[in-house]
């Protein structure tokens, strides 16, 4: 069974960085695509960001294209978010999804969610 884990959420300010993982368990990550979805209060769930290992596609949602870089960690099973250049509408609840092989999970599995606020 899939269990993902995220960690590394926080408060931070306008302009810092912030690294979030995803710890997988229960399955062979080289199988799964993981995405990273956020959900701010009031708003819908937007796609952040995704990396399948099966045909090494990657995918960023145009907000953050150029300010996060999603890279895995085969060996550990975790797959990681670099957050760069922070900004107070990047503040979301952020959480990481597991699917076979392509992106985009649909968010039936899931882990719990990481807190990101931006805030000056």
């Known amino acids: 069974q899939v269990q993902l884990v995220e960690s590394g959420g926080g408060l931070v300010q306008p302009g810092d960085s912030l690294t979030l993982s995803c710890a997988v368990s229960?399955?062979?990550?080289?199988?799964?695509?993981i995405g990273w979805f956020r959900q701010a209060p009031g708003k819908e769930r937007e796609e952040v960001s995704c990396?399948?290992?099966?045909?090494?596609?990657?995918h960023y949602a145009n907000s953050v294209k150029g300010r996060f870089t999603i890279t895995r960690d085969n060996a550990k099973n975790t797959v990681y978010l670099q957050m760069n250049n922070l900004k107070p509408e990047d503040t979301a609840l952020y959480y990481c999804?597991?699917?076979?092989?392509?992106?985009?999970?649909?968010?039936?599995?899931r882990g719990q969610g990481t807190q990101v606020t931006v805030s000056s």
């Open positions: 999804a597991a699917e076979q092989w392509y992106c985009w999970p649909t968010g039936h599995v």
């Open positions: 229960g399955v062979t990550l080289d199988d799964y695509a």
């Open positions: 990396h399948s290992h099966s045909d090494k596609s990657t």
